[in-house]
Every structure is written in C-alpha cells, then in structure tokens.
C-alpha cells in the first residue's frame, strides 16, 4: 500500500472528517455507481442507514445531512459550504433528492435517512450501507461502506483489516514504521522531508505537489481568518460563544505587551479559530481529521509567525514531515475517535505537528522521531467524549491544548540528540492496544465522559 501526503491533508468540510466528509462521499460513490452501472433512470427512491458511532453521534456531526448532499452529486471539497443547510432543508421540505444532480426520486427524511443508535456494521464503528429501489420497491442496488477516519471511505467488501485505500504504487523509500524511515534517512543522509518528497514525485512532480501543499496552507490560513472574523454563537444548541474573534481583536490592539508567553495566546487562537469554523460547518483542511484540523494549522502558523527565515519552503517541509508520522499513524493504529478515542485524532495531530515544526526548526531525524514520540505518548488514552455528539466540547479548546504541546514537544526535542526510551513505533502501538481496550462509551458515541457529565442546554 502507498499513501500520499495530500491524502493525509484534503480539503473538506466540517464538522467532521469520519462523520461529515466520509459519509459525504461514500453516498456520491453509491449516486455515481448508479449512473455508471445504467440504474439511475429506474431508480425512484433511495434510502441510506447509518451505524455504531455514526448513528450514535451522526445528528451532530451533520452526517445525515452530508449524506443528502453526497447523493445529490456534491463533494466535500467544492460544496458551498455557506448554502449546505439550505440545499438539504429544500431537499426535505420538497420531499424530493435530485440523484447525482440531475434524477429526481421521492425523498422522506424520516425514513429514507435512518440513523441507528445502537446497531452496528461488523467492520468498523462508522459504517453505512445504501439502497435504490425502483417503483415497486425491488432493491436495483445496495451497497455498505466504511468511514475509516480522516475523510477515508473503504468499500463494505473490503478485507474488515483494512485501514487504508489499496494504492499498489511501487515507492522507491517505502516505510511502514518509524524505524524503517530513520533507517532510510542514515542510508541514504536524506531528511524526512526528503524521503516523502522523493516517494511523492511518484505520482506528481515536484512543482505540482508544491502548488498543491501550498494551496492546502492557503485554506488553513482562510480558515483562520474566517475563524477570526465570524462572531456569534455555534450552531447545535449548546449555546458555545466563539471566542477567536475577540481573542483576535486583543491581541492585535496590544502590540506593545511584553508577555514572555504572548506567541502562545496566539497559537490558542489559531487553533480555536479553526476548529471554531469546523465546528460551524466550514471548509477545512482535514489534519488528519477534522476534529483534530486546528494543530496543524496552528502549529504552522507559529512557524511563519515566530520563526525567523520562515517561507514557503519550510511550509512544505513541515507538511511532508508531518504527513510522513500521519501515514506511521493510518497504517499501524488509526486516527479515527470512533475506533480508537481522541488519542487516534488530537494525539495523532500534535505527533505530526510536532515532527513538523522540529524539521523545519533544523532538527535531525532521530530528533523529529522523537518530537513525534513526545506528541503521542502525552496524549495516550484520550477518549472521544462530545457533549451532545457535536465537535465542540472538548475539541475545540482540545486543539489549542495540543498545539502548545506540539510545539514544546518539538523544542524539547530539540535540546536532545535524538535518543530516546520510547519509541515512536511503541507509542504508535500502545495507542492501537489502548485504543482496543477503550469502552465503547468513550470512542464517540457519547455515551460516557463529558458527554454524560455536562448539561447540554
């Protein structure tokens, strides 16, 4: 298997990779399987069923409404976000869905979108299944997938193991653990940044993949800057006041503070700002999912902000970095909350942005490895508790925790030369067997924790 770094880093939209973004496209691949396999025009009606976590928790995360988007033929990438609500309270109030776009079928949103609480598909905890029925209520199709976390949809066939896309492409510095990617770097005198460059121009060149990373950096920083100017309240009934924009306008009004710590009031608000706009239904930059989608962006703020001869070189080191201990992460344990609890999303985000920040600070590879280490091992047990099933309490103060963590771990790191007890490789799989332990209760279903201890309204 091969995994990109812009499959790591994908645009989408909030509030959730696994629960937003995945059942978004999982449904247009059921809407474009019948178009291309000839059953759209026979096609009258078509029902999605959503289980474990994703019925459990999908009300909150939108996943129910991102499943009417993705069979009306939209993706997660270019949807517009600002109008998303809108399309699917027409499609309910119309008691109609225009199928890949174009194929009107009746629609009720009662019984054609069923979201199961208790029930569960065998593979994974964010599985879904669809069906199209014709107009005597014979099944013409029926298919069920799996949101792996992060955005990731795997076919319901696929082998229940499976964690990843299948991608057969042929590396010249394949890795599928930390020791094997140090090992690379020594032989070869190559940074980590270096290895994931020479296995991306595999499949684009080096201008292309540049352009492309840098455009994710661009939707970070939108993301940031709409953070920062939207105020008011979140959308979901909890009633959370976005704190970003007024944490913005105190910072930028006293430029005179001599506060030691001030770089740090501003990594808290990139963070907030970010998971504060996911948290409305924004576009994100899934890092590696979007409950976790501040650290990276946060992280890589403070670099441009407070790292002198920072550019747009070190911006695309700092993501390939990062992706490389992202890829260690989807490979051997996972980054979804619904499978392994928050130490999968926001323990997976502060381990990439740490090795992120410490390679572009100068830091060697054992030395990133390490920061890596230092990212996860602080984060290990933390469970996936949201109050009310939506992505706001406690991820989004969560993000700006870890990104201050990120950042230390990183200048700890550094202060090392790179030898260290724990490795990466057994933080990693601590976090799997952690994860396998974990009650149910704590891997979002919201069903324990937080989620039980604090009022809703």
Request: with cysteine; proline share 4%.
């Amino acid at each position: 298997m091969a995994l990109s770094a812009l499959d790591l880093f994908s645009v989408g939209i909030g509030p959730s990779s696994s629960h937003t973004v995945g059942p978004m496209r999982a449904a247009k691949l059921f809407a474009d399987g019948l178009k291309s396999g000839g059953l759209l025009s026979s096609t009258t009606r078509v029902r999605a069923e959503l289980f474990g976590s994703l019925g459990a928790t999908g009300r909150g995360h939108g996943s129910d409404k991102a499943v009417v988007l993705g069979l009306q033929g939209l993706d997660p990438e270019t949807v517009d976000t600002s109008t998303a609500d809108d399309q699917v309270a027409a499609a309910a109030l119309d008691a109609e869905l225009m199928i890949c776009g174009d194929h009107r079928v009746d629609f009720n949103w009662d019984e054609d979108v069923v979201l199961h609480r208790r029930k569960s598909l065998p593979a994974h905890p964010n599985g879904m299944s669809f069906r199209a029925l014709d107009h005597t209520g014979t099944v013409l199709s029926e298919r069920s997938f799996y949101s792996i976390g992060g955005g990731f949809v795997v076919d319901g066939d696929a082998d229940s193991g499976d964690r990843v896309v299948a991608d057969d492409t042929a590396l010249p510095y394949p890795f599928t653990s930390a020791d094997e990617l140090l090992a690379i770097c020594k032989r070869e005198g190559m940074s980590i940044s270096d290895v994931m460059l020479a296995n991306e121009l595999t499949w684009r060149s080096e201008a292309e993949l540049r352009e492309k990373l840098l455009a994710l950096w661009a939707v970070m920083r939108e993301c940031v800057d709409n953070g920062c100017a939207a105020e008011g309240i979140l959308p979901g009934g909890l009633n959370v006041r976005r704190r970003a924009p007024s944490l913005f306008k105190t910072l930028t009004a006293d430029t005179g503070v001599t506060d030691p710590l001030r770089a740090m009031e501003w990594v808290n608000l990139f963070a907030l700002a970010v998971n504060e706009e996911n948290a409305a239904g924004g576009r994100i930059v899934t890092a590696p999912t979007n409950g976790a989608a501040g650290i990276v962006p946060a992280v890589l703020h403070y670099y441009v902000k407070f790292v002198p001869g920072a550019d747009d070189d070190g911006v695309v080191r700092f993501l390939l970095a990062a992706a490389a201990v992202g890829i260690l992460f989807k490979i051997n344990a996972s980054i979804s909350g619904a499978e392994v609890g928050c130490q999968g999303e926001v323990g997976s985000a502060c381990s990439m942005a740490a090795a992120g920040l410490c390679e572009v600070l100068g830091g060697t590879p054992e030395q990133v490895e390490n920061a890596a280490e230092v990212g996860i091992e602080h984060n290990l047990g933390l469970t996936c508790d949201p109050v009310g099933g939506l992505v706001q309490i406690p991820c989004i103060e969560r993000n700006a925790i870890a990104s201050v963590k990120a950042i230390n771990a990183a200048r700890l790191s550094l202060h090392g030369d790179g030898r260290h007890k724990v490795s990466l490789d057994k933080a990693i799989k601590t976090m799997r067997e952690t994860g396998a332990d974990m009650k149910t209760k704590y891997k979002e279903t919201s069903r324990g924790g937080l989620a039980v201890n604090v009022i809703e309204c």
